[in-house]
């Protein structure tokens, strides 16, 4: 899920580089509520640490977020998840991997990070109960090899979260 | 939520339209989505490969027809009709249940192989269209003799639900490369500029959508000659360098997705206007729409999107319907629609120029798909 994917990926291409240099210059001067990019020398990882939104059941909890992009992105999705240990919530399995449209089928090249940002922090303070997904033991279980989130067929079927 | 578990990314979900066999074995149920779904059958082999716009067809290939009546032959002997839209839609190997499938799979693979050596310069007329349909409804081969008569070819494009916008693509640029009409050009880079403060206005930062547009200014750029730019990016621009743009995938998508931008937006600043057809469609809200079902790749279009685009560019489009709607009593007609842009976005038009009303891009629909016709 970590280093090993890292290593097999291609190299950004060059329009994906600069829209990313242009999307993190944005992000500085105008950063989304509740999030903060740890600096590093990486521009294909980022490590963005995300406060709990006050008032609800993830107020003064802090948890991060790993965001590795693609050759091609924007016209491709970035992988995001959380680095465990991931908030409890019936759309994020312990694994760190999150059952969110945006991320997979519902993914557009009109999205940014500061809006994927946007998306969790307003699925996280949704919730009214701190809980794993059903079926979380089973699927932790089947990418237990490093499979990506991405290569999940996700299901969704509740907007209500 | 929920994951599907242990199911890897179905690759070929995206490459061929999912065929429910039971429904297709009886003939006499048969409809407009078997009939596309007995076109992908024979073409699903080749899914991954179809380019995003395919060669332009003017004279019969004769080897392709014979193999699509060959297994049409074959299949109906079989009984089971459709045995082979199992075995390329799925990953699993089809159980052979006697020698006619291996048989079939070989008429298959002679099939894709004849296509593939004649990539370069295979041809057809609309009768090519005929021999797809030779098993369906009577009414279509009516109607595709009726669209002999005033078209003279068709040029396919790849059915990954972004066909509409492809197609709209290089129909355009072609349409510039071979008028040279600069005041066309001048006048859609108008258009764009509205689409810029669109976006702009709805709040999108200026770096999510500029690659998008600077790409496809680009494009309109190379295909008129003897500009500037046009020299300096290529000296010979011909159709086959617009081909070869069009299907390479870091142009064609990203011109997809400024399309995409641009009926979003358009969509947007008209919600009032859009609104009950996207209530008729779904009953999503203007905004979850355009989230949903325009702004993400592969999302197929409806009249909503042809509507937007055409409204913001400025651009009528006509569409060509070949679907099994009856027909007046004595004669078939093949319906059309234009889609011609509102007055609204006139106004912008500079020194006088108006919008051209008669258009000059046509689409062929049918169910579920869009690709380019040609008048005579």
Redesign the interface.
Known sequence: MTSSSAHSRKALSKIACNRLQKELVEWQVNPPAGFKHKVTDNLQRWIIEVNGAPGTIYANETYQLQVDFPEHYPMEAPQVIFIPPAPLHPHIYSNGHICLDILYDSWSPAMTVSSICISILSMLSSATVKQRPTDNDRYVKNCQNGRSPKETRWWFHDDKV | ??????????REKESAVSIPISEVDDWANFADDDIMQQQSAIHAEEAKKIPFVGDKYLLCCNLTVLASYLLYAVTLFQGNSLSVVSLSNTNYPMPMKNGWTVFIIFAILITCGIEKFCYMELQEPLSMLAAEYESGSPILLEKIKVLDQQYAAIRRTRGDGNCFFRSFMFSYLEHILESQDRAEVDRIKGNVEECRKTLQSLG??D???E??FSLFLEQLECVLQGNEDSIRFSPFFSQDELILRSRDQ?IS??VV?FF??VT?GEIRKRSEFFEPFILGLTNATVEQFC??SV???GEESDHVHITALSDALGVPIRVVYLDRSSCDIGGVSVNHHDFLPTSANKSNAKGGSTVPVKPFITLLYRPGHYDILYPK
């Not at chain 2, 939520?1 to 179905?10: E, K, L």
């Open positions: 939520m929920q994951n599907q578990d242990g199911a890897v990314a179905d999108h930062t770096f999510t959508f690659d998008f870091s998508d990203y997705m995409r931008f979003s989230k949903s702004e993400p790749m």
